[in-house]
Nanobody, 125 residues
Framework: VQLQASGGGLVQAGGSLRLSCTNSGRALSNIGMGWFRQAPGREREFVAS????????YYADSVKGRFTISRDAAKNTVYLAMDMLKPEDTAVYYC???????????????????WGQGTQVTVSS
């Protein structure tokens, strides 16, 4: 798995962005994919995760109802659609893969073994 995140940028509060995470390595179906974010001076925090096989999803309470994680198997890509953005959503966003084979939607960064580079999301007030 080789992950490449993209789609970040500068947006006003209330706006939208869509992040993409493309796997340029061998395509795997029975894995979990997650989005995390890290703001300056803060720990990396869970945003959302998805099982590629059945598209089960799990969200952090802080983004539930505003963010949507999805996948396109044909493109080996996972998306994070972010709506109603708030200044507190400002962070570097990372995608990651959980290749353990365990059937889980983990919110723990330690459960993910492959990470893409981050993409900056800045929400102005």
């Amino acid at each position: 798995v080789q992950l490449q995140a993209s789609g970040g940028g500068l947006v006003q509060a209330g706006g939208s962005l869509r992040l993409s995470c493309t796997n340029s390595g061998r395509a795997l179906s029975n894995i979990g994919m997650g989005w995390f974010r890290q703001a300056p001076g803060r720990e990396r925090e869970f945003v959302a995760s998805i099982r590629l096989k059945n598209a089960w999803t799990y969200y952090a309470d802080s983004v539930k109802g505003r963010f949507t994680i999805s996948r396109d198997a044909a493109k080996n890509t996972v998306y994070l659609a972010m709506d109603m953005l708030k200044p507190e959503d400002t962070a570097v966003y990372y995608c990651a893969a959980d290749q353990s084979g365990l059937y889980r939607l983990s919110p723990r960064p330690a459960d993910y073994d492959s990470w893409g580079q981050g993409t900056q999301v800045t929400v102005s007030s």
